[in-house]
């Protein structure tokens, strides 16, 4: 196993709060106000570490895990991947738009994870926005390629001299104090569009929103299932 792998996953057994919340939550209650606030910032800590820890190990898995292929049907992929991130939209005004998806050939459960990845990215990089914008569509790809599939934020964007960062494990445009993540979600994407035969980049303006183009080999261009 990978060092890096097992520290991590020794980690996440020691940072397990099985318990121990009943505990802590009597001894916070008796804290002062700054002391409770520096086991907030403390937890909150933890709560990152937690997140980062899971994402190298899912990052790791990749490497490893099968790619089980079989003819997917992209919008209803969409559809979950909106539906696992709802709490990130509560309270948001956001536009969601989501064009004529074709169907695909591909792992759906790693499907899901690539648009839950760029969607995440999407409403985090939009939330400065009064009224965000994000597009889910498909354009024509190279010959032989199939469709490229895309999703579009109005948000933050970045400066295109550092795409190149864009898809390596902790390589971040932006302020984690300004947006959080723990800068593995886009390495994850990489990884699991490249085991599926395709290719992956993005297009963006400082403060005016960003564009990431994914494709699949397999993809049929022409099994288009119209938006609901």
């Not at 990130?88 to 005004?93: F, I, L």
Request: glycine share 10%.
């Amino acid at each position: 196993m990978d060092p890096a792998v097992r520290v991590a996953r020794g980690y996440r057994a020691r940072a397990s709060p099985a318990g121990r919340t009943g505990h802590r939550a009597n001894a916070r209650a008796n804290l002062p106000d700054d002391a409770r606030g520096y086991l907030q910032r403390v937890k909150d800590n933890g709560t990152h570490m937690g997140n980062l820890v899971d994402d190298l190990l899912a990052f790791s898995r990749l490497g490893r895990q099968a790619v089980r292929t079989q003819t997917v049907k992209t919008r209803d992929v969409v559809d979950h991947a909106l539906d696992q991130l709802a709490s990130e939209t509560e309270g948001r005004t956001i536009e969601i738009v989501i064009g004529e998806l074709p169907e695909c050939n591909g792992d759906p459960l790693l499907l899901e994870q690539v648009f839950t990845n760029l969607l995440s990215n999407a409403i985090k990089y939009s939330g400065k926005r009064e009224n965000a914008r994000i597009e889910v569509g498909t354009q024509p790809g190279r010959a032989g390629e199939g469709p490229v599939f895309f999703v579009r934020d109005n948000g933050a964007g970045f400066d295109m001299q550092y795409a190149d960062k864009l898809f390596g494990v902790f390589q971040r445009l932006h302020r984690s104090q300004d947006y959080e993540g723990t800068g593995v979600g886009l390495a994850i994407v990489h990884r699991i569009v490249e085991r599926h035969g395709g290719r992956i980049w993005a297009e963006a303006r400082v403060d005016q929103g960003a564009t990431f183009y994914f494709t699949l080999k397999g993809a049929q261009e022409w099994q288009v299932q119209t938006a609901a």
